[in-house]
């Protein structure tokens, strides 16, 4: 099965400040990675898919990047409702599909 | 509007069984593979079983496999997740949503305790 190592799993950081997340996959998933935000009592929102894809309606602030095994979620100017946690999900190999372990990012 | 509304969560004893529910509505229900996700009490996101448009095509989690069955009535545009020999650590919100493609839905979830 392929692990997904997600870091940090946590972080803390102030409103307009850079943030980048990362996943790495235990092995090549080409670019079938997703990241997901959810905050406390709602079900996950995905942000990008593909890799790098946009998805609609979400805030150009974000962005992906990555392929193969390593990958980035930057949020370029953090806002205030942006804090939440982050997970990153593949969906190469299946099954299973396999989520990495959060980061939370917090206010500082 | 896309609706994604799970049902028959609830309290069960250890070793018993339920069977969860996903109705789908706003959307081609057959076009789509459908997944179940769950999220213990203050712990992250854990896939827990998917299947294919047709049914032809289903996985598990190892921590499920051999426990829960998935299965799928396109003609109800229905979800379902059998689940039996419950343990503590199945206790969760469980989730039925699309993550494949470009379309993401999410239900709200239904709260699976299990406690004797």
């Known amino acids: 099965d392929i692990q997904m190592t997600q870091s940090p799993s946590s972080l803390s950081a102030s409103v307009g400040d850079r943030v980048t997340i990362t996943c790495r996959a235990s092995?090549?998933?080409?670019?079938?990675l997703g990241w997901y935000q959810q905050k406390p009592g709602k079900a996950p929102k995905r942000l990008i898919y593909?890799?790098?894809s946009l998805q609609s309606g979400v805030p150009s602030r974000f962005s992906g990047s990555g392929s193969g095994t390593e990958f980035t979620l930057t949020i370029s100017s953090l806002q205030p409702e942006d804090f939440a946690t982050y997970y990153c999900?593949?969906?190469?190999?299946?099954?299973?599909?396999?989520f990495g372990g959060g980061t939370k990012v917090e206010i500082k | 509007e896309v609706q994604l509304v799970e049902s028959g969560g609830g309290l069960v004893q250890p070793g018993r069984s339920l069977r969860l529910s996903c109705a789908a509505s706003g959307f081609t229900f057959d076009d789509y593979a459908m997944h179940w996700v769950r999220q213990a009490p203050g712990k992250g996101l854990e896939w827990v079983s998917g299947?294919?448009?047709?049914?032809?095509?289903?996985g598990y989690a190892d921590s499920v496999k051999g426990r829960f069955t998935i299965s799928r009535d396109n003609a109800k545009n229905s979800l379902y997740l059998q689940m039996n020999s419950l343990r503590a650590e199945d206790m969760a919100l469980y989730y039925c949503?699309?993550?494949?493609?470009?379309?993401?839905?999410w239900g709200q979830g239904t709260l699976v305790t299990v406690s004797s």
């Open positions: 593909a890799a790098s």
């Open positions: 299947i294919s448009w047709n049914s032809g095509s289903i």
């Open positions: 999900l593949q969906h190469n190999s299946y099954p299973p599909y396999t």
């Open positions: 092995q090549g998933i080409r670019n079938d």
């Open positions: 949503a699309i993550l494949d493609g470009d379309k993401d839905y």
